[in-house]
């Protein structure tokens, strides 16, 4: 008998605070996820503890430590970018006495760039995109061709659906994938494209001007152009 164990982690919304992102540089609304990890038997978990905490920014979407002396309040308006006093006060008091960094358009698409990229990372890890391919390979990939070997007994007819099989599964794994990333980057693509003025087509240009590192972003904007318009 094979015992299925392991650790299961979910990250649970908790509020939202305001922040000084260190990563865009911009005074923005953070959401708080609450990470808790607990061990599993086929899948039934026990129970769940605390591991730690982490603000989102909800415009360049990057992750970034709890600031200090912050506390996340559930009531924030999800619509809510740029604290108002209020939310400033209540969320992250400290930040009343220092002024905010002067907006930096740049600085604000390089983070979001950064987490596109490493929300492409994270999903090619997780392996979704490839799961779904290996089992689409497996049901429906590998009988087609041996259907097709069995029908014909013709060997190029054999290589080239086995060729073939190998494009669609790649192309299906491509699809996906940036399907996925399109899913989750959305609104904060759309969010920075807002607050820079920039059209997608501005982003995308911007996006290969800053330099190699980040071709697979304007790849992947090029591609799902029409999600984010
Ligand atoms: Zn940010």
């Known amino acids: 008998m094979i015992i299925v164990w392991g650790t299961k982690v979910k990250h649970t919304l908790s509020g939202a605070l305001a922040l000084d992102c260190p990563a865009c540089g911009e005074r923005a609304i953070g959401d708080e996820y609450i990470?808790?990890?607990?061990?599993?038997?086929?899948?039934?978990?026990?129970?769940?503890?605390?591991?730690?905490?982490?603000?989102?920014?909800?415009?360049?979407?990057?992750?970034?430590?709890?600031?200090?002396?912050?506390?996340?309040?559930?009531?924030?308006?999800?619509?809510?970018?740029?604290?108002?006093?209020?939310?400033?006060?209540?969320?992250?008091?400290?930040?009343?006495?220092?002024?905010?960094?002067?907006?930096?358009?740049?600085?604000?698409?390089?983070?979001?760039?950064?987490?596109?990229l490493s929300c492409k990372d994270r999903q090619e890890k997780e392996g979704n995109a490839g799961g779904f391919s290996g089992v689409l390979l497996l049901f429906v990939?590998?009988?087609?061709?041996?259907?097709?070997?069995?029908?014909?007994?013709?060997?190029?007819?054999?290589?080239?659906?086995?060729?073939?099989?190998?494009?669609?599964v790649i192309l299906f794994n491509n699809w996906y994938l940036h399907r996925a990333i399109a899913k989750e980057m959305k609104p904060y693509i759309q969010r920075t494209m807002k607050r820079c003025g920039l059209s997608i087509d501005a982003l995308i240009e911007n996006a290969d001007k800053m330099g190699k590192g980040f071709r697979p972003v304007s790849k992947h904007l090029t591609r799902c152009r029409e999600h984010y318009t």
């Open 35 to 116: 990470v808790s990890s607990a061990s599993h038997i086929y899948y039934i978990p026990g129970t769940y503890k605390e591991e730690g905490r982490y603000v989102r920014c909800r415009l360049c979407s990057m992750k970034v430590d709890v600031p200090s002396g912050a506390n996340a309040a559930s009531d924030v308006p999800i619509e809510m970018l740029v604290p108002d006093e209020t939310v400033l006060l209540a969320t992250n008091p400290k930040l009343a006495d220092i002024r905010p960094e002067e907006p930096d358009p740049i600085r604000l698409q390089a983070a979001l760039f950064t987490a596109v």
């Open 141 to 168: 990939a590998i009988p087609a061709v041996i259907y097709l070997f069995v029908l014909t007994g013709n060997y190029p007819v054999l290589y080239v659906s086995i060729a073939l099989g190998i494009i669609g």
